[in-house]
């Protein structure tokens, strides 16, 4: 009797988790300095924060597809090879030309070509959604942020300028500035590249894109969650500065109004996450009632021609024989 050994299953896990490991390992010391640069820009720019979670959201994405994974059998599988290779010029071709987002963006691929080597196609289909999902923890390329940057810097001033006037302010926007005259004078309030609302647009996309993927809904309720994403995003931020400009008006001179002068872009962010949450859940809630799921249908019984249901009327006589028809009563 003879053991098959190049076969292997979820048995001897332990043996492919090493082989996982060392991969892993050979991963970080492969992209320690592309690991380390975004490290540092996570820790520095506050719109790339969330990139610190990124990772762990992979893994949760994993973990709530574990299922998938009976029918995975751990085997080396070179199809992985070419995806590694692509992974690895795009890594040289972001060193030699000094572009930082191609070289954090071929980590993606590198990945998937490990997943491939150690499982397969069915290994790739259970983790593709983590694999993705680091998509979120690398930072915009200049021109991109410089592109986003602007416009939304601008359409947040001029937005709440026009809610501002909306509710009776006397404000006016000028560049992106909004000026508010009252009683003690004008009061500047400078919307900021701080304020444009590209770091909370980022952080609850990357947090939408999780919930989409782990919610068991319709794939329409998932579409409309990611769709979403932006406009609750740029309305919650439209909201803090809205609120801060406010509190600038009602309570000038006061410790309060410097607080908020100073710190708003601090903690009033840390209050934007949550309440975006809120009205997502407020969004899955109003989903299910309006759209009904399929399988929650009750069928609806057909209306014969005289407006009975047919399951009211009786059941149709069977055609009777030469002896039954005798006996069959007349009309």
């Not at 597809?65 to 890594?91: C, E, M, S, Y």
């Not at 309570?251 to 309060?256: A, C, I, M, P």
Request: charge should be neutral; glycine fraction near 6%.
């Amino acid at each position: 009797m003879t053991t098959n050994t190049t076969t292997p299953n979820r048995s001897n896990l332990l043996y492919w988790s090493g082989v996982g490991l060392a991969l892993g390992l050979s991963l970080l010391w492969s992209y320690w300095p592309t690991l380390r640069d975004m490290t540092e820009r996570w820790s520095s720019d506050s719109r790339y924060s969330h990139g610190f979670f990124v990772p762990l959201f992979a893994l949760a994405l994993l973990w709530f597809r574990q299922d998938l994974l009976d029918k995975v059998t751990f085997q080396l599988d070179w199809r992985g090879i070419p995806l590694i290779v692509l992974g690895a010029l795009l890594h040289l071709a972001g060193g030699r030309f000094y572009f930082d987002w191609l070289d954090a963006m071929s980590l993606l691929p590198v990945v998937a070509g490990y997943v491939v080597l150690l499982g397969g196609w069915p290994a790739l289909r259970w983790a593709w959604p983590g694999v993705v999902f680091l998509l979120f923890m690398v930072p915009l390329p200049f021109r991109a942020e410089a592109w986003l940057a602007d416009p939304l810097q601008r359409g947040a001033t001029i937005a709440c300028t026009y809610i501002l006037q909306t509710l009776g302010y006397a404000a006016l926007s000028a560049g992106n500035t909004i000026r508010i005259d009252t009683s003690a004078g004008e009061i500047p309030i400078g919307v900021e590249e701080a304020c444009n609302g590209l770091s909370m647009m980022l952080t609850f996309f990357a947090l939408s894109t999780a919930v989409a993927i782990i919610i068991q809904r319709p794939l329409l309720d998932k579409i409309v969650v990611l769709v979403s994403a932006l406009p609750i995003a740029l309305l919650v931020n439209l909201g803090r500065i809205l609120v801060t400009a406010m509190i600038m008006v009602h309570f000038e001179g006061t410790d309060l109004s410097k607080w908020m002068n100073e710190k708003s872009h601090d903690y009033a962010g840390y209050a934007m996450m949550p309440i975006a949450l809120l009205l997502l859940l407020f969004e899955l809630k109003l989903l299910s009632w309006l759209l009904i799921e399929e399988e929650n249908r009750r069928p609806v019984s057909p209306i014969s021609l005289a407006g009975m249901p047919s399951a009211t009327r009786r059941p149709a006589a069977k055609a009777a024989g030469p002896k039954e028809a005798k006996k069959a009563p007349a009309l």
